[in-house]
């Protein structure tokens, strides 16, 4: 063998021991059945909104049918229905619909509690008197919605008047304050969204990928012949770059049907920061994010020796997660408050947080300050997690290794490095 | 070598008679787990070239000697030289390490396992998969080259796995448990492969529980129980500290000759079975003669490597290993 293979030297810096082990670990994901799934992925929870959505408008929409039913003298009643229509045209979505409820006979009176009492049909008001005192019986909700609109339409109607307006010229814009700003927040809240879905996904997937290596049982010949933090930035990189790969399929297939349904970025509102700036602190805020949790992740699978102590054990980092990611959702809603600033602070949050303020505010050097927060942070995660790791993973020894439950495992990493095994 | 002790006890090579350097130098190891003495104070010097067996039963301390020899944890006291370093990972690249519980990726192909594990120890990938290629053709296993791991039986996933070990050429090769696992004929093929390491000038440690293996293949071995090594040295000088064992059957029962027989000889079956005396068989048979005995047959048994290790390790040391051994074999 060449003396290029056979170096003389000792084992592989913690850099090229990481590269070996990312390079591996990343080939084996790549051609696997699991990438497919991987890619596949965001489907699902598309799909599962999507549906969701339409079930939810279609229940709304058949909620919201809620009539006025009119109980008046017959003349009056076409009157009323006459300008309810008239009016309707030109207020859209303002007057609720009219119905016939009962052609009365001057002097007869009309019990209109006891119909709507009865709650039948889609009835939610009633309207009696005469087109000079028109009564309207309603829950008191409605009462203070319609009043003003049934006053109007029984004021038409009594006077016989057709409602006149000039006509409006139009000239269309793009986006104004208000839409740019509700844009924005769409953004930002999709951001988010998209951030957290990835790094949980992510996070997850090396904690499963670390637990099959312990299954393995391979990580001994790891441990003999690299760091041990190699390993643990190895299998970091290496989900990283999957997730490259995975944005950049995903990224392809979304602008694909973007452009293919004629739309381009200029349909949307324009992030703070302009799209091409807003991708690339997307990518940067999704690199800290899932680096922070992956470090986590990491760290509790080395605790773990079962698939059933890495769910109880990465159970409480998922809520904390959850928990964490609403914490960072309400920025939206307190931009320049407390609750921004806490979350732009705290680590695990500061990633949302600011993909958020990506999304509406124009200044970039917030952005350098928290990523260069972020990223100290990163180096105190990654170091405590190859720590923990380096202390525990070799606890899944052969026999005579000390088996305990999740918690005297936690427990134990602050106690002692490893275990006896023969 | 110290030819009196036969112990290994040079720090500059293997002794006055050894001109080889030593490969490894462990003096007073001590390894604790929380309330456990694991380790308790393991001298060990292997010189360069030798094949050296770690006995002792499962828990003795065998798998965390040889992590600490490796650098895979440090030890909590003692004083460690591999290969000329005081740190093992300053040689980890001239180094392998087959640990006990096998493992590999089970949907890597063989070659590529072999290449993987090449390149742990910087061998470049291409050249890992050329060598590793070679090396599967080399041990009959050509055909399973493009094979998945969880294509293969077990004893040759277990191949796959020795020869991902040697494929970067070490100069130090340790292996926890080689045997463990494999069938009769795959066992014959690992001693085969150890010797032929051995006479390349490979260093070859190997931990077992299987004296048998031990006593064929090894010139030194280091006895462990309850973690401590109460001999290490050469498997000659370990037999010889028990003395050889007399077989005697005589055709008289009783006489003058009796009084030839040492206190301790007992009677086994038609044979009376003591320890050879000090003043050699000569003395022996002339007053058993002399003494009308009628000898009918008599036979001097040189001790094996497993009496000398029921006298070092002692009874209960011998037991574990033998049950452990049959509950492998079962």
């Given at each position: 063998m060449s003396q290029s293979a056979i170096e003389t030297g000792g084992r592989l810096s913690m850099w090229r021991g990481a590269f070996v082990i990312a390079r591996r670990d990343f080939t084996a994901i790549l051609f696997s059945r699991a990438f497919i799934f991987f890619l596949l992925g965001p489907l699902f929870p598309v799909v599962v909104m999507g549906l969701a959505g339409g079930v939810g408008a279609q229940v709304q929409s058949e909620a919201m049918v809620a009539d006025v039913g009119i109980a008046m003298e017959g003349e009056d009643v076409d009157a009323m229905l006459e300008a309810r229509d008239a009016l309707a045209n030109q207020l859209p979505g303002t007057v609720p619909p009219m119905v016939e409820l009962e052609r009365l006979q001057p002097g007869e009176d009309f019990d209109a509690r006891s119909v709507l009492e009865n709650a039948e049909g889609?009835?939610?008001?009633?309207?009696?008197?005469?087109?000079?005192?028109?009564?309207?019986?309603?829950?008191?909700?409605?009462?203070?919605?319609?009043q003003g609109t049934v006053g109007m339409v029984a004021g038409y109607a009594r006077d016989g008047a057709r409602p006149t307006a000039p006509p409006v010229g139009t000239s269309v814009v793009v986006t104004s304050g208000a839409q740019e700003n509700t844009g924005r927040l769409r953004t930002a809240q999709g951001g988010q969204v998209l951030l957290f879905l990835l790094i949980m996904l992510l996070a997850s997937m090396v904690l499963s990928n670390l637990v099959e290596e312990k299954g393995n049982k391979i990580i001994e010949i790891l441990a003999a012949a690299i760091p041990m933090d190699a390993v643990f930035l190895g299998k970091l990189f290496a989900m990283l770059g999957i997730s490259v790969v995975?944005?950049?399929?995903?990224?392809?297939?979304?602008?694909?049907?973007?452009?293919?349904?004629?739309?381009?970025?200029?349909?949307?509102?324009?992030?703070?920061?302009?799209?091409?700036?807003?991708?690339?602190?997307?990518?940067?805020?999704?690199?800290?994010?899932?680096?922070?949790?992956?470090?986590i992740f990491l760290a509790v699978g080395s605790l773990a020796t079962t698939v059933r102590e890495v769910q109880t054990l990465s159970m409480p980092?998922?809520?904390?997660?959850?928990l964490v990611f609403f914490f960072a959702s309400l920025v939206v809603t307190d931009r320049g408050g407390i609750i921004e600033y806490s979350a732009m602070a705290f680590p695990l949050s500061s990633p949302f947080a600011m993909v958020a303020r990506a999304a509406v505010e124009e200044a970039l050097w917030p952005h350098l300050l928290a990523l260069g927060w972020q990223a100290m942070w990163v180096a105190i995660f990654v170091r405590t997690g190859a720590g923990m790791f380096r202390r525990r993973v070799m606890k899944s020894g052969p026999r005579g290794t000390v088996r305990r439950g999740p918690l005297s495992a936690l427990l134990g990493v602050f106690r002692n490095r490893s275990t006896p095994t023969g | 070598m110290d030819m009196a002790t036969g112990e290994f006890n040079s720090s500059e090579n293997a002794g006055a008679g050894d001109p080889r350097p030593l490969a490894i130098e462990a003096r007073g190891l001590v390894k604790r787990f929380d309330?456990?003495?694991?380790?308790?104070?393991?001298?060990?010097?292997?010189?360069?070239?030798?094949?050296?067996?770690?006995?002792?039963?499962?828990?003795?301390?065998?798998?965390?000697?040889?992590?600490m020899l490796l650098g895979i944890i440090d030890p909590d006291a003692g004083y460690r030289r591999i290969l000329g370093a005081d740190d093992p990972q300053d040689v980890a690249r001239r180094i392998g390490y087959l640990p006990e519980e096998r493992g590999l990726y089970p949907s890597?192909?063989?070659?590529?396992?072999?290449?993987?594990?090449?390149?742990?120890?910087?061998?470049?990938?291409?050249?890992?998969?050329?060598?590793?290629?070679?090396?599967?053709?080399?041990?009959?296993?050509?055909?399973?080259?493009?094979?998945?791991?969880?294509?293969?039986?077990?004893?040759?996933?277990?191949?796959?796995?020795?020869?991902?070990?040697?494929?970067?050429?070490?100069?130090?090769?340790?292996?926890?448990?080689?045997?463990?696992?494999?069938?009769?004929?795959?066992?014959?093929?690992?001693?085969?492969?150890?010797?032929?390491?051995?006479?390349?000038?490979?260093?070859?440690?190997?931990?077992?529980?299987?004296?048998?293996?031990?006593?064929?293949?090894?010139?030194?071995?280091?006895?462990?129980?309850?973690?401590?090594?109460?001999?290490?040295?050469?498997?000659?000088?370990?037999?010889?500290?028990?003395?050889?064992?007399?077989?005697?059957?005589?055709?008289?029962?009783?006489?003058?000759?009796?009084?030839?027989?040492?206190?301790?000889?007992?009677?086994?079956?038609?044979?009376?079975?003591?320890?050879?005396?000090t003043s050699g068989v000569e003395p022996l048979l002339k007053a058993l003669i002399e003494g009308d005995a009628g000898i009918l047959s008599l036979s001097i048994e040189r001790a094996g490597l497993h009496d000398a290790f029921v006298a070092i390790a002692g009874e209960a040391a011998a037991r574990d290993m033998v049950s452990q051994n049959a509950g492998e074999q079962a």
């Amino acid at each position: 063998m060449s003396q290029s293979a056979i170096e003389t030297g000792g084992r592989l810096s913690m850099w090229r021991g990481a590269f070996v082990i990312a390079r591996r670990d990343f080939t084996a994901i790549l051609f696997s059945r699991a990438f497919i799934f991987f890619l596949l992925g965001p489907l699902f929870p598309v799909v599962v909104m999507g549906l969701a959505g339409g079930v939810g408008a279609q229940v709304q929409s058949e909620a919201m049918v809620a009539d006025v039913g009119i109980a008046m003298e017959g003349e009056d009643v076409d009157a009323m229905l006459e300008a309810r229509d008239a009016l309707a045209n030109q207020l859209p979505g303002t007057v609720p619909p009219m119905v016939e409820l009962e052609r009365l006979q001057p002097g007869e009176d009309f019990d209109a509690r006891s119909v709507l009492e009865n709650a039948e049909g889609s009835l939610a008001a009633v309207v009696t008197g005469s087109l000079d005192a028109p009564v309207l019986t309603a829950t008191e909700g409605r009462i203070a919605r319609w009043q003003g609109t049934v006053g109007m339409v029984a004021g038409y109607a009594r006077d016989g008047a057709r409602p006149t307006a000039p006509p409006v010229g139009t000239s269309v814009v793009v986006t104004s304050g208000a839409q740019e700003n509700t844009g924005r927040l769409r953004t930002a809240q999709g951001g988010q969204v998209l951030l957290f879905l990835l790094i949980m996904l992510l996070a997850s997937m090396v904690l499963s990928n670390l637990v099959e290596e312990k299954g393995n049982k391979i990580i001994e010949i790891l441990a003999a012949a690299i760091p041990m933090d190699a390993v643990f930035l190895g299998k970091l990189f290496a989900m990283l770059g999957i997730s490259v790969v995975g944005i950049a399929v995903w990224g392809g297939a979304g602008a694909s049907i973007l452009f293919a349904g004629g739309m381009s970025l200029s349909d949307f509102a324009n992030p703070g920061v302009g799209w091409p700036m807003f991708f690339a602190l997307f990518a940067a805020y999704f690199a800290m994010g899932y680096l922070l949790l992956g470090s986590i992740f990491l760290a509790v699978g080395s605790l773990a020796t079962t698939v059933r102590e890495v769910q109880t054990l990465s159970m409480p980092a998922t809520m904390f997660q959850i928990l964490v990611f609403f914490f960072a959702s309400l920025v939206v809603t307190d931009r320049g408050g407390i609750i921004e600033y806490s979350a732009m602070a705290f680590p695990l949050s500061s990633p949302f947080a600011m993909v958020a303020r990506a999304a509406v505010e124009e200044a970039l050097w917030p952005h350098l300050l928290a990523l260069g927060w972020q990223a100290m942070w990163v180096a105190i995660f990654v170091r405590t997690g190859a720590g923990m790791f380096r202390r525990r993973v070799m606890k899944s020894g052969p026999r005579g290794t000390v088996r305990r439950g999740p918690l005297s495992a936690l427990l134990g990493v602050f106690r002692n490095r490893s275990t006896p095994t023969g | 070598m110290d030819m009196a002790t036969g112990e290994f006890n040079s720090s500059e090579n293997a002794g006055a008679g050894d001109p080889r350097p030593l490969a490894i130098e462990a003096r007073g190891l001590v390894k604790r787990f929380d309330q456990t003495l694991a380790v308790d104070g393991v001298d060990i010097a292997i010189p360069e070239g030798a094949i050296y067996g770690v006995l002792g039963p499962n828990g003795a301390g065998k798998t965390t000697t040889l992590r600490m020899l490796l650098g895979i944890i440090d030890p909590d006291a003692g004083y460690r030289r591999i290969l000329g370093a005081d740190d093992p990972q300053d040689v980890a690249r001239r180094i392998g390490y087959l640990p006990e519980e096998r493992g590999l990726y089970p949907s890597m192909k063989s070659y590529e396992a072999i290449a993987f594990m090449g390149a742990l120890r910087g061998v470049p990938l291409p050249e890992g998969r050329e060598r590793a290629k070679q090396l599967l053709e080399e041990h009959g296993l050509g055909h399973a080259i493009d094979k998945q791991i969880r294509q293969l039986s077990k004893g040759m996933a277990q191949t796959v796995q020795l020869l991902g070990t040697l494929v970067h050429d070490p100069k130090l090769v340790v292996f926890d448990e080689p045997f463990s696992g494999l069938d009769a004929i795959n066992q014959g093929k690992l001693e085969v492969l150890i010797r032929n390491l051995a006479d390349k000038g490979t260093t070859v440690i190997f931990s077992t529980h299987v004296i048998h293996h031990a006593e064929r293949l090894c010139e030194g071995v280091a006895i462990i129980a309850g973690g401590k090594v109460p001999y290490a040295g050469s498997v000659e000088v370990a037999r010889d500290r028990i003395p050889a064992q007399v077989r005697l059957e005589t055709r008289a029962r009783d006489g003058r000759w009796r009084a030839a027989l040492p206190d301790d000889a007992r009677r086994v079956g038609d044979f009376w079975q003591f320890p050879l005396p000090t003043s050699g068989v000569e003395p022996l048979l002339k007053a058993l003669i002399e003494g009308d005995a009628g000898i009918l047959s008599l036979s001097i048994e040189r001790a094996g490597l497993h009496d000398a290790f029921v006298a070092i390790a002692g009874e209960a040391a011998a037991r574990d290993m033998v049950s452990q051994n049959a509950g492998e074999q079962a």
